[in-house]
């Protein structure tokens, strides 16, 4: 494991493993939910367009858990991270 400081660990959704070779898990540094998503895009090129959208907020159909809790309802992108916080990306499932 690295020792980075402030290195969350990343749960990362089959449909965007392809970026990270593979990887169901990757650690990234970040002090807040918005610098590991930069942090991630530069470790991950392209997985950062799938996440947020031209703009630069979460697209609608994707869902990002801090510890399990649905950042929209914490500081959305400003939410800030602590070492040992676990980050799960999550594609919304469509039906009906």
């Known amino acids: 494991m ?3 400081l402030n290195e969350i660990t990343v749960r990362i959704p089959t449909p965007l ?7 169901e898990v990757v650690y990234v ?10 942090n991630l ?3 991950c090129p392209g997985i950062l367009n799938r996440i947020c959208n031209e703009k630069g907020e979460i697209r609608r159909f994707v ?11 914490l500081n959305g992108l400003d939410t800030p991270l602590q070492q040992r916080d ?11």
């Open 2 to 4: 690295n020792t980075m």
């Open 17 to 23: 493993r392809g970026l990270t070779q593979n990887k």
């Open 29 to 38: 540094s970040g002090k807040t939910i918005k610098e590991l998503l930069l």
């Open 41 to 43: 895009e530069s470790q």
């Open 63 to 73: 869902n990002v858990y801090l510890n399990g809790e649905d950042i929209r309802f």
């Open 86 to 96: 676990e980050v799960s990306i999550v594609p919304a499932i469509a039906g009906g």
